[in-house]
């Protein structure tokens, strides 16, 4: 076997481990050794590789940014945050037909906004707004299908984890990533909102609505959220205007939605010490997933893998838009056996030097920022496509009364969605770029 045989066996093999339930960082850490010592026929290469690759890969300054954010949401979900985000959305929009359900994908984006993790988003919110889509008589099609995609706002509305690791990978500014996402996020949610409309309007039976709320009852309600927006305009505001870096942005944001937890008395010492924890564990894991991506990569790089997939894409004399589509069709394949983290550090370091050498009239920052978001959506939808896609698995999980078959078909309406928006960000890149480059 050659050594471009071997890469390229590599990738369903990695597909075999994940699917026997091994940590996907173990797995892509110990093919790529077996790989690197299969291509040079020694362990040296890798010996030497681990010896300076933990180092550089975990003492970046910029990784920074993913521990900070995660204790943000950490605090967020203990301070009560999420609650009173549902809380106030349900009062303005609640009294409607379907209204707690887009109350509910409008609190997944409040709380995105301070999180930057999807899971933590689907999970926290999950948590607050289920039991009162059933107290309602909501569908459990509806409620888990429309939770699920509202999870997916964690990492579509900045500050986002997998946009961070994006712009490591193809060393791209983070803050330009963050504006470029932030229309298509508003549009994820808008359009979540109106399949919520659809469906309540082709199956009444579906959703239910609660009393309309009195205006004390909103004021009071939107009082409790204005740290949420405070958190936001701070951070988020801070970093666009250049005020702050993104990871002191990070840190600001987590100091003080911290100290918002605190003032709503859901911190204490306990609390805080689990968060640390939490936080603690979810950092470990997404580094050590870097390092087993960073280990594989360097396989494939000493078969030549990504110099082969370039020599044959200049060979083929295809249209730029159709290799985009089939790159971003194994995204969508591999989102149904893949989180997103692990996707894009497999995927990013192969697809995008072959996507900047394709021409689809824009520069190359333009074409490195439109792909960024591209993928980011992509990515996204592997989340909340069955059969395995993750937020599916953890609202099910909350809701064990409703069959996993029940939150497949509730959710198909919002990947549709989804593919919808990917089309629109192929046909005008402008919808991630506009931002851009009026603030740059």
Not at 286 to 314: R, S
């Amino acid at each position: 076997m050659t050594n471009l045989e071997a890469a390229l066996w590599s990738f369903p093999t990695l597909l075999g481990l994940i699917f026997l339930r091994v940590p996907i960082g173990l797995a892509m850490l110990t093919l790529g050794a077996l790989g690197t010592w299969y291509v040079t026929g020694s362990w040296t290469p890798i010996l030497a590789q681990l010896k300076s690759l933990t180092y550089t890969t975990f003492a970046s300054y910029t990784l920074s940014i993913i521990p900070l954010f995660l204790l943000m949401g950490q605090f967020a979900t203990r301070g009560g945050l999420s609650a009173a985000l549902f809380r106030a959305a349900a009062t303005l929009i609640g009294h409607r037909r379907g209204g707690v359900a887009m109350a509910a994908v409008g609190a997944c984006g409040g709380f995105g906004a301070i999180c930057g993790s999807s899971l933590a988003t689907a999970a926290t919110m999950g948590q607050v707004a289920l039991p009162e889509l059933r107290r309602l008589g909501y569908s459990g099609a509806l409620s888990t299908g429309a939770l699920a995609a509202g999870g997916t706002l964690g990492i579509l509305i900045p500050p986002s984890i997998v946009l961070v690791l994006y712009a490591l990978l193809a060393e791209q500014n983070i803050v330009k990533l963050f504006v470029a996402a932030l229309v298509p996020g508003l549009l994820a949610a808008l359009g979540y909102m109106l399949v919520i409309a659809l469906y309540v309007r082709l199956s009444p039976a579906a959703a239910g609505a609660s009393p309309p709320a009195s205006m004390a009852e909103r004021l009071d309600a939107l009082w409790r959220v204005w740290p949420v927006l405070a958190i936001f305009l701070t951070v988020i505001g801070g970093i666009y205007a250049g005020w702050f870096t993104p990871t002191e942005g990070a840190a600001i944001g987590a100091a003080g939605t911290g100290l918002a937890a605190l003032w709503n008395g859901g911190l204490d010492r306990q609390g805080l010490a689990d968060a640390i924890k939490a936080t603690a564990t979810s950092t470990g894991m997404i580094f050590f997933v870097l390092l087993g991506a960073a280990v594989f990569n360097g396989f494939l790089a000493f078969a030549q893998l990504p110099q082969a997939a370039a020599a044959a894409l200049a060979a083929w004399d295809a249209s730029p838009w159709l290799i985009l589509g089939l790159i971003l069709l194994v995204y969508l394949v591999l989102g149904c056996v893949m989180d997103s983290l692990s996707m894009v550090l497999l995927t990013v370091p192969i697809f995008f030097p072959l996507v900047m050498l394709l021409d689809f009239g824009l520069t190359p920052e333009q074409t490195a920022l439109w792909f960024g978001i591209l993928v980011l959506i992509v990515v996204e939808v592997g989340l909340i496509t069955p059969p395995v896609g993750l937020n599916l698995f953890v609202i099910n999980g909350l809701a064990r009364d409703v069959p996993l078959a029940a939150t497949y078909l509730g959710v198909l309406p919002f990947v549709l969605s989804d593919l919808a928006r990917v089309a629109l960000l192929l046909a005008f890149p402008g919808v991630a770029l506009g931002l851009v480059a009026v603030m740059f």
